[in-house]
């Protein structure tokens, strides 16, 4: 057993202490003062009583209240002078209190009208709340009450799952109540490194069917928050293998090896596997895949514009010169042919990576501006010379702005 997991139930208390930062465990503190001065019970749930009990970094505290929170949370945004960013027909709240955000939600049951619909939401107790959720190492709280502070609640044995490194959810309906568990399952398995429990993995490959009547938007909405992880390509990779992939969309695969190599994409790296997820489609689905995931504008240029490198395949494959490469590549997005170079062989590769690492950054000096002044007419022969310009330095005709100028003359001359 970790140290930390041994720690008695009154333990928790220096528990939390020990692991929250100061001002942030002051905050909890007065949230707890007020809470406990106003009769409410207010409960430390999910995400951050894990990471603490793993000793992790956590994100943001999520509260939970029993009973009404409007009003609670009204009256600490006045009491702590915060400021509340969201409020929900759920009873969630988010608020920004000395610049953290925590989030509060009513003890709730849920009821699915069907399998996969948005729950119908009941108040309940803690004890109903934490048996909702998804796993049961997300089914832990701490009381912030004074009668029983620092208590852990934990009534799907989620201590002995973290113990264990197991991810398990609590019934056999878990992902057909909300499919979108799948994606969490693969996520903090390889997140953490956990594996799943056997009985959960059934239950998953038992749901799979279920995710082709689950909405775009709250598919791509996990794969979001895997592309921001650390672990993304472990996580989308463990989706593959269960089959998760492609339930969500026939095909649809993620090259491991290659994958790891999205590192290396610093900042565009969530958009550098989007467009490795689309290169293992056939050109044609594009749109139905965009459509499935109702992916935005940008995502939706990624995925298009990998499957636009697939299809200049045998265009790349002939002779060309830079400004013919530079024409054929100039509109698509730097990382979908980047993503393309790792994908194609040579000489395809290379002129894909020509073109990344010279020919866009190659342009010229002068402007349609400099043109009219050195007596170009107005209208489109300003634009022709300018193409004309950038044709002839990609090609290696002309090098400086005096051979630009030179050239421009020379055209004029000659019209
Ligand atoms: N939850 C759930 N089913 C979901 C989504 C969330 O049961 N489909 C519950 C889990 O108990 C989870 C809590 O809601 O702990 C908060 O969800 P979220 O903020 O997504 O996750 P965190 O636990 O905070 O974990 P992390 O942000 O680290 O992924």
Redesign the pocket.
Known sequence: MTENLMYKMDGFASLLKERIPSSQYELLDSISSIANSNGVALYL????V??ILLSIP??DP?LCIEGESTDFVELLSQELTGNVIAQSDFGTAKIELNGTIV?FAIARKEKYQYKGALPEVEKGTIIED?S????SI??MAVSMNLRNYGELIDPNNGRLDLENRVIRALHPDSFLD?P??LL?AA??AA?LGFTLDIETKEWMTNSLNILKDISGDRIRHEIE?ILGENQAVNILSLAEQLGILDSIYPSLRIPFELGKSAAEFGDHRDIALLSMLAYSLPPSHSKSFIRRLNLGRHWAKIVTDSHRVLGLIRELSSDLSSSEIHALLSDLHDTAICVGSLYTEPPVSDRLKLYIEKLRDIKISLDGQDLLNMGVPQGALVGTILNELLVAKLDGYIITEADERETVYRILKDS
């Open positions: 749930v999910g995400g951050m894990r990471d956590y994100t999520d989030d934490l909702r959720r998804d796993f997300n089914s909300d979108t568990r969490r996520r903090y997140r928050h």
